[in-house]
């Protein structure tokens, strides 16, 4: 993550793992969930947060669901209906259901079918939030599959290169791999220049947004350094911002995640789909139907060793590669605890309070 | 395609497409081909110049194909092994086959297992260029499936995010799906900044490269408009080109080709493979499986409209969708001839001579 995506020093309460994962638990059984549900979701938003992607974790999120079960707009406990199966694929409609409550069961339904057949695919319609796309990859890693995880957030952010009008979310993808010895290769990037939960990151902590990450409301890139304007205030451009710079490319990627996750699924195009009605892919793929396991991972383990011990061009400290970063962040976290913004953690005891749940931060 | 590529209009000869399609077969029989393989390679080149994407065709490939059988580094007739089956998966060795030779038949198979099981994805190693890979997807696209493609071509060109060595080569993915009445969406890109073939021709036709396409041998990034180096004189930034504008998604994009091509194929990392050991990964994905294929046709004509007549932002004409233009030039092509620089079609008349085949173009 760049820097200017991290919670100042002066601000960061450190929040031991398990005082956060139970007071997440905590809060969404009082919103409803079962159990199992509230220990899905919970894991989906602690992994990230023991990553470094707070973009994505509690202090962003969670206020947010809680505000959408309030209002009646997400479903605590939905009745997940299976549309379309074959041993290789199914569509699941969500009932709206949070993304991070019936996501890992779609990775985990698409992890039995690749067991059996080699390849699982599942694509689901009408759920809520998604989070941090990396978990699904990482639910299949640990069963020596390659995992693919793929997402349509609507279509009123990101315009099409050269276009004046949105019509995609952020519509991020995630691609992870196993190795042997080295951290395993996990990628999640949004299509957009930028994801739509770090722009809103850079208002509490006094940072800047870069030119051509955003666009004005009539599509027009904005090409200077400033402060990200609320929702409602900006589109955004695909990753590469403009064409010499392959912003092509981020939109065909941004195609592609409304392809797969939105059409696929049934749920539509982005841009036809309702407020709060996202969609999602999941695959897994068994390395084993292709080659031995032991084999990919020893290849693995040369690649990643090769990237991330190799000589950085001048004034740049390391070569990372995607994944690396976030696994040396989560023994760091598993052992100082998570570097959470003040705010966020007042808002967890002023929930605690309004909730009459029984936990107190840190 | 940016005009910088195009042929300038002084130096092109229009060649109808089947004279350039019969002569480049001969050319390929002549190399030791059998009549199908030689039909089938042939029709990879000509579909990349009927669609505009000269790059890839006849014009830059066909005489290192040539210099490569001359060279007896290229087995025209291969005995394409299968290393590892299962009803959803292949792995193949393509006994140093042309890519543009074996894939095709790769991706037949692909579709084969997607047509019995929902999904096929078969991975090659050990074989030659694989020319454009919009081919691939389009194949899937004809038996209403998701065609995906990508390529592991070696190590030497492209270098990580921040790193000073390279370890991938232009690293391409296409990625495509049917519409009903709408062009097909048809996505093709390297995830370098631009194909090394496209550098190429800009040598020929006497353009420039924008800043941060290129490196030095030290990895630093050419931040000036140059003059395309040779190969050996330069590397490739992955597309984005810096951090700021998504340049860590290019470098993972390239990762994943490296991991999905190379390593799953058995091939190996890209930078540990020969010269010219290529590797290759394509994937077709049947809708039906998930959804009715005409509702899928329907939502993807909804989109593609969407997309296609929306109002540009000034200074542009037009919002296209990946394959769309592409599309378009094929209508054109197959009417008013192919425009070849006139250096191509000497090369080929020059080749009947040397070759004793009975063609002459135009």
């Known amino acids: ?16 793992e398990e005082a956060a994962r139970g007071a997440t638990e905590m809060i969404f059984r009082k919103m409803g969930m079962t159990d199992e549900d509230a220990t899905r979701s ?44 074959s041993p290789v694929s199914a569509t699941l409609d969500a009932d709206q259901g ?31 939030h998604v989070g941090m796309l990396a978990y699904y990859p990482l639910q299949a890693i640990k069963h020596d599959m390659i995992g693919v995880c793929m997402v349509s957030a609507g279509g009123g952010l990101q315009v099409p290169l050269w276009g004046s ?16 010895k080295q951290p395993p290769f996990v990628f999640d990037v949004a299509t957009t220049q930028v994801a739509a939960n770090k722009l809103m990151l850079t208002r509490r ?47 065909g990627f941004a195609t592609i995640v409304d392809i797969m996750s939105g059409i696929l699924s049934g749920n539509g195009p982005g841009f036809l789909a309702g407020g709060n009605q996202h969609s ?7 390395i084993e139907a292709f080659l031995d396991a032991a084999d990919f991972k020893a290849d693995m383990d040369k690649l990643l060793e090769r990237l991330s011990t190799m000589k950085p061009v001048e004034g740049q400290e390391r070569v990372y590669y995607a994944g690396l970063i ?22 967890f005891n002023q929930a605690a309070g309004e909730l009459e749940l029984n936990y107190s931060l840190p």
């Open 1 to 16: 993550m760049l820097k200017r995506f991290l919670v100042p020093e002066k601000d960061r309460v450190y929040v031991k």
């Open 42 to 85: 919970a894991d989906v938003l602690l992994t990230s947060d023991l990553r470094g992607c707070e973009s994505h974790g509690v202090s962003n999120m969670l206020r947010n669901y809680v505000a959408l079960y309030g209002a009646g707009r997400q479903n605590p406990t939905p009745n997940i209906k299976v549309l379309r199966e």
């Open 98 to 128: 949070l993304g991070i409550q019936v996501g890992p069961q779609a990775m985990e339904m698409a992890i039995e079918k690749a067991e059996t057949t080699g390849i699982g695919a599942v694509a689901i319609q009408n759920c809520g």
């Open 165 to 180: 009008e949105p019509v995609f979310g952020t519509h991020p993808i995630a691609w992870g791999a196993p190795a042997d």
């Open 205 to 251: 902590i006094g940072s800047h947004l870069e030119p051509a990450w955003i666009t004005g409301l009539d599509g027009e890139p904005i090409m200077d350094e400033v402060d990200s304007p609320n929702y409602g205030g900006f589109y955004m451009l695909p990753f590469g911002g403009t064409r010499e710079n392959g912003g092509h490319k981020g939109y």
């Open 280 to 286: 999602q892919f999941v695959m897994a793929i068994k």
């Open 326 to 347: 976030e696994h040396e962040e989560v023994q760091i976290r598993k052992e100082q605890g998570i570097p959470y913004h003040r705010e966020v953690v007042d808002w």
